[in-house]
């Protein structure tokens, strides 16, 4: 497709349990983002990659964050140890060089029981 | 503390007339600053930007304003339009000072509601 893509949309899990969050950027876009919106907030910055280098971890919540982005496109972004303040909808955004405008895909959102 | 602030959670304006959104930041670092426009359980999608050595920038329907000393930007919509309800956005970014991290910081947003 011609944007951003996510996977999955929904994920419900329990608490203590690992889940991983896909993104697949626009084709050719060389910088990647994650971002997350809790109920009722703004988008929260997490992390940006600049290829698959990570320069600016610094919006990671915890180390139970960890993000990684391969072959410079797809991203997972996995949250160890899930605890119900993570429950949120999860963006991801990408855009061809850093001084772009971001685009963003549809998010994934997250429910721990 | 919240650096980009969007003061109204809601707006309600008639179809036709001139929608103003409002957003105001605090760190002089920032020098880019973007609006999008979200629908429910869709991404946001990006509207219209400008950086800090303008003061407009037009875009069809939508123009943004920015006033450096006010620490104040706004995004005018006319006419409004039905399909311009939607949450709007207000983000910046410290870009071209690298005084900030690479990410938006972003307002809380302003519900636009389109009357017909």
């Known amino acids: 497709g011609a944007g951003v893509s996510q996977s999955p949309s929904n994920k419900v899990t329990e608490k203590g349990k690992d889940v991983e969050l896909r993104c697949d950027p626009i084709s050719g876009h060389t910088a990647l983002y994650w971002y997350r919106q809790s109920l009722g907030q703004g988008l929260e910055f997490l992390i940006y990659f600049q290829g698959n280098s990570a320069p600016d971890k610094s919006g990671l919540p915890s180390d139970r964050f960890s993000a990684e982005r391969t072959g410079g496109s797809v991203s997972t972004l996995t949250i160890q140890r899930t605890q119900q303040e993570d429950s949120a909808v999860y963006l991801c955004a990408s855009s061809l060089w850093v001084t772009e405008p971001q685009h963003f895909g549809d998010g994934t959102r997250l429910s721990i029981l | 503390d919240q650096q980009v602030k969007q003061n109204s959670p809601s707006l309600s304006v008639q179809e036709g007339r001139i929608s103003i959104l409002n957003c105001d930041y605090t760190n002089s670092m920032f020098d880019y600053f973007l609006w999008y426009k979200k629908y429910p359980a869709e991404g946001p999608t990006f509207l219209i930007s400008?950086?800090?050595?303008?003061d407009k920038n037009e875009d069809g329907r939508f123009t943004v304003f920015l006033n450096k000393s006010a620490k104040h930007l706004s995004l005018h919509i006319v006419p409004s339009q039905p399909g311009d309800s939607a949450v709007y956005f207000c983000?910046?970014?410290?870009?071209?000072?690298?005084?900030?991290?690479?990410?938006?910081?972003f307002g809380k947003g302003t519900h636009l509601i389109i009357q017909p």
């Open positions: 983000a910046a970014r410290a870009l071209y000072s690298g005084g900030g991290a690479d990410g938006l910081t």
């Open positions: 400008i950086s800090s050595i303008k």
